[in-house]
């Protein structure tokens, strides 16, 4: 049968659903026990909030799902939110622009069309955003929150890979390219297209030099910066911008957090100003963040400094372990034998109580489930009940729904 | 010729200004058209040369889309078309394989020669800039690499020229070079692309079929000496641009139509008593003027001219009711209303298909589709929101809107399944074997205005005043 699904769309399945709701969960916990609180916001947004310099890239603009609103006829095109970070900038300077921090975090999915169909083109995203922060400590706060998030969502080895957004285009600058030149130097290196400096017609040879050193090495501590900031051609502009990466990266020493420098390790930073980070599983990216110093004043607020970071939860979900095999533990399925209104009363009266106690009670009177560790016949005479383990394979009666409990209790530690 | 046999090849032609060279090229190469030229009727041919090879007319904006969804093989059209269409949509199973070197010009960003926009565009202005174009992917395009941070595209169907600086801050536009962009009272911005003729193929054709004989004919016109579809082309007439006398706060702005309805208009303009200077068929300037000191009048294309006044670029329009309506089901709180109906150029908007479809109504055609007979039914048109609706409220289960930039007859039976399509006398659909299963409405010449106009104090008895003199007009025989 050929499919009715859209192309590029996704249907989470019951097993989907108990993947991300665990990953979600985890997030959120962590979340809530940092004293990050939940915004939401909505999937229309104005398209000119992505389109400022320095929000989207031209390429990511050139993916997005934009239309005229049925009230659309002054042109102003409304968009499909490509982007969960940007929204929350908008919704902090309209909203909580007086708090003088505000840490949020969100769950939402965002759209970006895919060619192929094969890839999703809608995307879930569960980030966080630290608003009005306090320089270093904010970068290391996200940092450790994003890898506790990693642990708590079960992700095997996460590794934490450093970049510097600030010292890129610093470096950019340097080179004294005109407008257009520097713009498409930008696009390319914002895609991911490295090779793009070894095109450059530049004077100043010695800072290409400086940022094919800079593309080769991988760092491993702080040492490597200090390496770089001694290095010729480079100037006092960039010696800031290596001096405020070195200040988060001695933090992180301390903390005796792990992590590696590899300036290729970004895509997309178009709005990123200062530190960028990016978390990998098993060679996945599942997580990026950064500084974004700029974006608050970009979206018509003040000028705030920012940080935050989004995990990727197509890409999460897919690779953690489900606990489908807890939930199966807890599950009773409760059949009434007779069809007698008595019997299916009793049925509802011990599920109701089952639930109770923590257990998830599902009535079962077509039969046909499957995934329950228990199952309790109700017969037609009053008060008989048959509980069966269906993992042990074995079989009690039981006169009243409090035995049916102490049966299953007594048994199931997993019970609140 | 070789002996192959040849493969059923479709072949799209460009009608309208690219029409004659083509012809000239095709006819160079040998395979000239008996029926190619300017005052044909019939837009289906079968080349006398090389069995197997048909080819239709269509717009030339039209063609790349058309060769992009398989309906051609091959198409001629100007290469603009073909990178704002790659430029909206990349995937598209279309590529270019030679260029003819004429029509060559240049699309560029242009803003009014008295702006100063390089300053505002500096300063990161968070105002809106208007841009008005016939290629709206490919100024989106220039606007997210010139980083604007905030912008609105109006496409159009034309004369996009004639907006800055008062309606636009930028028209992105093909010319034939700068010196033809100055000479509309504009100036570059930014050039987009260059664009000349050019042959285009359908991927999967190519990868699938043996099209040698006809590639190898394209390749010879490379070596010929001559080359007369190149020849120095005749400077185009250029419509006025110049800016009138600078208008006021509190004049009333009023759209004209260029085009087949001009002469429609003109006539109707002067049973109103309102004498206007620059709007005959020998004198058209962007920027009529009229003996009224407080009316302000610009000509663009009549397609347009709804949402202009939607957008509170014009307070006063005629245009017909076919676009009047497209707009509004578009926009369904738009503040455009009719003001007063003026009667000419009436047409009614039916819905047709090929007389060899056995149904002869929207029912009928209904339960054909609801059968799988037709799934889906394609529905070329170039009233996207009419036939939207219309398709809609008959809840026919599964459709397709092929948007067309005119030439619609042509497109069935092969291209599409239906049109909603205006007819005067219905002797074009006869002529092309098609019939009408439905009448969605009539359609007539109108003054449109934009309700909120009437509300501002320094507007409303201005206005009045011409609505009154237009159903004066209307009245005298």
Same mark, same amino acid.
């Given at each position: 049968?050929?499919?009715?699904?859209?192309?590029?769309?996704?249907?989470?399945?019951?097993?989907?659903?108990?993947?991300?709701?665990?990953?979600?969960?985890?997030?959120?916990?962590?979340?809530?026990?940092?004293?990050?609180?939940?915004?939401?916001?909505?999937?229309?947004?104005?398209?000119?909030?992505?389109?400022?310099?320095?929000?989207?890239?031209?390429?990511?603009?050139?993916?997005?799902?934009?239309?005229?609103?049925?009230?659309?006829?002054?042109?102003?095109?409304?968009?499909?939110?490509?982007?969960?970070?940007?929204?929350?900038?908008?919704?902090?300077?309209?909203?909580?622009?007086?708090?003088?921090?505000?840490?949020?975090?969100?769950?939402? &999915?965002?759209? +970006? !069309?895919?060619?192929?169909?094969?890839? /999703?083109? =809608?995307?879930? $995203?569960?980030?966080?955003? %630290?608003?009005?922060?306090?320089?270093?400590?904010?970068?290391?706060?996200?940092?450790?929150?994003?890898?506790?998030?990693?642990?708590?969502?079960?992700?095997?080895?996460?590794?934490?890979?450093?970049?510097?957004?600030?010292?890129?285009?610093?470096?950019?600058?340097?080179?004294?390219?005109?407008?257009?030149?520097?713009?498409?130097?930008?696009?390319?290196?914002?895609?991911? &297209?490295?090779? +793009? !400096?070894?095109?450059?017609?530049?004077? /100043?040879? =010695?800072?290409? $030099?400086?940022?094919?050193? %800079?593309?080769?090495?991988?760092?491993?501590?702080?040492?490597?910066?200090?390496?770089?900031?001694?290095?010729?051609?480079?100037?006092?502009?960039?010696?800031?911008?290596?001096?405020?990466?070195?200040?988060?990266?001695?933090?992180?020493?301390?903390?005796?957090?792990?992590?590696?420098?590899?300036?290729?390790?970004?895509?997309?930073?178009?709005?990123?100003?200062?530190?960028?980070?990016?978390?990998?599983?098993?060679?996945?990216?599942?997580?990026?963040?950064?500084?974004?110093?700029?974006?608050?004043? %970009?979206?018509?607020?003040?000028?705030?400094?920012?940080?935050?970071?989004?995990?990727?939860?197509?890409?999460?979900?897919?690779?953690?372990?489900?606990?489908?095999?807890?939930?199966?533990?807890?599950?009773?399925?409760?059949?009434?034998?007779?069809?007698?209104?008595?019997?299916?009363?009793?049925?509802?009266?011990?599920?109701?109580?089952?639930?109770?106690?923590?257990?998830?009670?599902?009535?079962?009177?077509?039969?046909?489930?499957?995934?329950?560790?228990?199952?309790?016949?109700?017969?037609?005479?009053?008060?008989?009940?048959?509980?069966?383990?269906?993992?042990?394979?074995?079989?009690?009666?039981?006169?009243?729904?409090?035995?049916?409990?102490?049966?299953?209790?007594?048994?199931?530690?997993?019970?609140? | 010729?070789?002996?192959?046999?040849?493969?059923?090849?479709?072949?799209?032609?460009?009608?309208?200004?690219?029409?004659?060279?083509?012809?000239?090229?095709?006819?160079?190469?040998?395979?000239?058209?008996?029926?190619?030229?300017?005052?044909?009727?019939?837009?289906?041919?079968?080349?006398?040369?090389?069995?197997?090879?048909?080819?239709?007319?269509?717009?030339?904006?039209?063609?790349?889309?058309?060769?992009?969804?398989?309906?051609?093989?091959?198409?001629?059209?100007?290469?603009?078309?073909?990178?704002?269409?790659?430029?909206?949509?990349?995937?598209?199973?279309?590529?270019?394989?030679?260029?003819?070197?004429?029509?060559?010009?240049?699309?560029?960003?242009?803003?009014?020669?008295?702006?100063?926009?390089?300053?505002?565009?500096?300063?990161?202005?968070?105002?809106?800039?208007?841009?008005?174009?016939?290629?709206?992917?490919?100024?989106?395009?220039?606007?997210?690499?010139?980083?604007?941070?905030?912008?609105?595209?109006?496409?159009?169907?034309?004369?996009?020229?004639?907006?800055?600086?008062?309606?636009?801050?930028?028209?992105?536009?093909?010319?034939?070079?700068?010196?033809?962009?100055?000479?509309?009272?504009?100036?570059?911005?930014?050039?987009?692309?260059?664009?000349?003729?050019?042959?285009?193929?359908?991927?999967?054709?190519?990868?699938?079929?043996?099209?040698?004989?006809?590639?190898?004919?394209?390749?010879?016109?490379?070596?010929?000496?001559?080359?007369?579809?190149?020849?120095?082309?005749?400077?185009?007439?250029?419509?006025?641009?110049?800016?009138?006398?600078?208008?006021?706060?509190?004049?009333?702005?009023?759209?004209?139509?260029?085009?087949?309805?001009?002469?429609?208009?003109?006539?109707?303009?002067?049973?109103?008593?309102?004498?206007?200077?620059?709007?005959?068929?020998?004198?058209?300037?962007?920027?009529?003027?009229?003996?009224?000191?407080?009316?302000?009048?610009?000509?663009?294309?009549?397609?347009?001219?709804?949402?202009?006044?939607?957008?509170?670029?014009?307070?006063?329009?005629?245009?017909?009711?076919?676009?009047?309506?497209?707009?509004?089901?578009?926009?369904?709180?738009?503040?455009?209303?009719?003001?007063?109906?003026?009667?000419?150029?009436?047409?009614?908007?039916?819905?047709?298909?090929?007389?060899?479809?056995?149904?002869?109504?929207?029912?009928?055609?209904?339960?054909?589709?609801?059968?799988?007979?037709?799934?889906?039914?394609?529905?070329?048109?170039?009233?996207?929101?009419?036939?939207?609706?219309?398709?809609?409220?008959?809840?026919?289960?599964?459709?397709?809107?092929?948007?067309?930039?005119?030439?619609?007859?042509?497109?069935?039976?092969?291209?599409?399944?239906?049109?909603?399509?205006?007819?005067?006398?219905?002797?074009?659909?006869?002529?092309?074997?098609?019939?009408?299963?439905?009448?969605?409405?009539?359609?007539?010449?109108?003054?449109?205005?934009?309700?909120?106009?009437?509300?501002?104090?320094?507007?409303?008895?201005?206005?009045?005043?011409?609505?009154?003199?237009?159903?004066?007009?209307?009245?005298?025989?």
């Amino acid at each position: 049968m050929e499919s009715q699904r859209c192309k590029g769309a996704r249907d989470l399945l019951p097993d989907d659903m108990e993947r991300f709701r665990q990953v979600e969960d985890a997030f959120r916990n962590s979340c809530l026990n940092w004293g990050y609180r939940e915004i939401r916001t909505p999937t229309l947004e104005y398209i000119h909030l992505f389109t400022a310099a320095g929000t989207l890239t031209p390429a990511m603009l050139g993916r997005v799902y934009s239309f005229l609103d049925w009230d659309g006829w002054g042109g102003e095109r409304v968009v499909l939110r490509p982007d969960g970070t940007i929204p929350a900038a908008r919704l902090y300077s309209e909203n909580l622009a007086d708090q003088k921090i505000a840490r949020l975090y969100y769950i939402t &999915n965002v759209f +970006a !069309f895919e060619e192929t169909g094969r890839e /999703n083109r =809608e995307k879930w $995203q569960c980030g966080v955003e %630290l608003l009005g922060d306090c320089g270093r400590a904010s970068d290391a706060e996200v940092i450790a929150l994003a890898l506790e998030i990693a642990g708590a969502m079960g992700l095997a080895k996460p590794e934490l890979k450093l970049s510097h957004a600030g010292i890129l285009k610093a470096l950019i600058g340097e080179l004294r390219l005109d407008g257009d030149s520097k713009a498409a130097l930008l696009d390319d290196i914002l895609e991911g &297209n490295w090779q +793009a !400096f070894a095109g450059v017609k530049s004077k /100043n040879k =010695e800072v290409i $030099q400086a940022i094919t050193t %800079l593309i080769k090495l991988k760092g491993k501590s702080s040492g490597f910066l200090a390496n770089l900031k001694a290095m010729p051609a480079v100037s006092k502009n960039v010696r800031a911008e290596i001096d405020s990466f070195a200040a988060v990266t001695a933090l992180l020493d301390t903390m005796q957090v792990s992590y590696s420098i590899d300036f290729t390790s970004i895509r997309g930073f178009e709005y990123y100003t200062g530190l960028c980070f990016k978390i990998t599983s098993g060679g996945e990216r599942i997580c990026s963040g950064g500084r974004y110093d700029n974006l608050i004043g %970009l979206v018509g607020g003040k000028d705030i400094p920012a940080c935050g970071f989004a995990f990727y939860l197509d890409t999460v979900t897919a690779i953690v372990k489900p606990w489908s095999q807890q939930k199966a533990e807890k599950t009773v399925s409760v059949k009434s034998t007779g069809g007698s209104a008595a019997s299916f009363k009793t049925a509802f009266e011990a599920a109701a109580a089952m639930r109770k106690i923590g257990l998830i009670a599902e009535l079962d009177f077509c039969g046909g489930q499957l995934q329950a560790r228990w199952s309790v016949s109700v017969s037609t005479r009053p008060a008989a009940f048959t509980v069966i383990d269906n993992y042990k394979k074995t079989r009690r009666k039981a006169a009243t729904i409090g035995e049916v409990i102490n049966i299953i209790g007594g048994f199931n530690k997993l019970v609140r | 010729m070789s002996g192959k046999a040849m493969v059923e090849t479709r072949l799209a032609l460009p009608k309208g200004q690219m029409l004659n060279r083509t012809s000239l090229f095709l006819t160079s190469i040998g395979l000239g058209f008996d029926n190619y030229n300017s005052g044909t009727r019939i837009y289906r041919m079968r080349s006398q040369a090389m069995p197997g090879l048909t080819a239709k007319m269509l717009n030339e904006r039209d063609i790349p889309v058309q060769v992009a969804v398989g309906n051609y093989d091959f198409g001629i059209c100007n290469s603009d078309w073909l990178q704002e269409l790659l430029t909206r949509y990349p995937a598209s199973r279309v590529l270019k394989i030679a260029d003819l070197g004429y029509d060559i010009s240049d699309i560029y960003m242009a803003c009014a020669t008295s702006s100063d926009i390089s300053a505002r565009v500096k300063t990161g202005s968070t105002a809106a800039w208007r841009i008005v174009t016939e290629y709206p992917a490919l100024a989106e395009a220039a606007a997210y690499k010139m980083r604007l941070k905030r912008y609105r595209i109006f496409p159009c169907w034309g004369s996009t020229e004639a907006y800055p600086p008062e309606n636009a801050d930028f028209s992105v536009l093909r010319v034939r070079n700068e010196d033809a962009l100055r000479s509309l009272n504009l100036k570059p911005v930014r050039r987009i692309c260059g664009s000349n003729a050019c042959i285009i193929a359908n991927s999967n054709s190519l990868q699938s079929n043996d099209f040698s004989n006809l590639l190898e004919r394209f390749a010879s016109s490379a070596s010929m000496k001559n080359k007369p579809w190149q020849a120095q082309e005749k400077a185009v007439f250029a419509v006025n641009n110049n800016l009138a006398r600078s208008s006021r706060a509190g004049d009333i702005w009023l759209a004209l139509a260029d085009g087949h309805q001009q002469a429609h208009t003109e006539a109707f303009m002067q049973k109103t008593g309102i004498k206007l200077e620059g709007y005959s068929k020998n004198d058209l300037r962007r920027r009529p003027s009229s003996d009224i000191d407080w009316l302000s009048i610009k000509v663009i294309r009549p397609q347009d001219m709804p949402q202009q006044v939607a957008n509170g670029n014009f307070d006063l329009a005629i245009t017909g009711r076919d676009w009047l309506l497209d707009h509004l089901y578009q926009f369904p709180s738009s503040p455009v209303a009719e003001m007063v109906n003026l009667g000419f150029g009436w047409v009614r908007i039916v819905a047709v298909v090929s007389e060899s479809v056995p149904a002869d109504s929207i029912g009928s055609l209904r339960n054909l589709v609801a059968a799988g007979k037709i799934v889906p039914l394609r529905v070329a048109t170039e009233y996207i929101n009419i036939a939207d609706k219309y398709l809609r409220d008959k809840h026919i289960a599964r459709y397709r809107v092929i948007p067309t930039w005119g030439a619609t007859e042509v497109y069935l039976p092969e291209d599409a399944e239906m049109l909603i399509e205006n007819t005067e006398t219905g002797q074009t659909l006869a002529r092309h074997k098609l019939k009408i299963i439905d009448t969605l409405f009539e359609s007539t010449a109108c003054l449109i205005g934009n309700r909120r106009s009437l509300e501002e104090r320094g507007k409303k008895d201005k206005i009045n005043k011409l609505i009154s003199l237009f159903r004066e007009a209307v009245n005298k025989k």
